[in-house]
């Protein structure tokens, strides 16, 4: 894993452009981590659950907490039926 500032891939693109590893991308002020870049053979490895989770994420607001965790439950059950 890598970790750099905005500075360094504003000097070296293919940090972003062609990551050969997981790279973090951090805030050069504060120091603390902003982005994540990874290489696009994982992503393909990982993108239903990236997918998955990024649906969430943008959905939490509709729910309130009780549904959330309603509905997080729900889909815990589902993925461990689909396991078997």
């Known amino acids: 894993m890598l970790t750099i500032s905005s500075s360094d891939f504003i000097r070296k693109p293919s940090y972003i452009t ?3 590893e997981i790279t973090f991308v951090e805030d050069a002020k504060r120091h603390i981590t902003k982005s994540v870049v990874i290489p696009y053979e994982l992503y393909k490895r990982l993108q239903e659950k990236i ?6 994420f ?27």
Do not use: C, G, R, W
Request: glycine share 0%; net charge negative.
């Open 58 to 84: 943008e959905n939490a607001t509709a729910l309130d907490s009780d549904a959330q965790a309603e509905f997080l439950e729900i889909e815990e059950s589902f993925a461990e039926d689909n396991a078997k």
């Open 51 to 56: 997918e998955d989770e990024l649906y969430l």
């Open 18 to 20: 062609k990551p050969k």
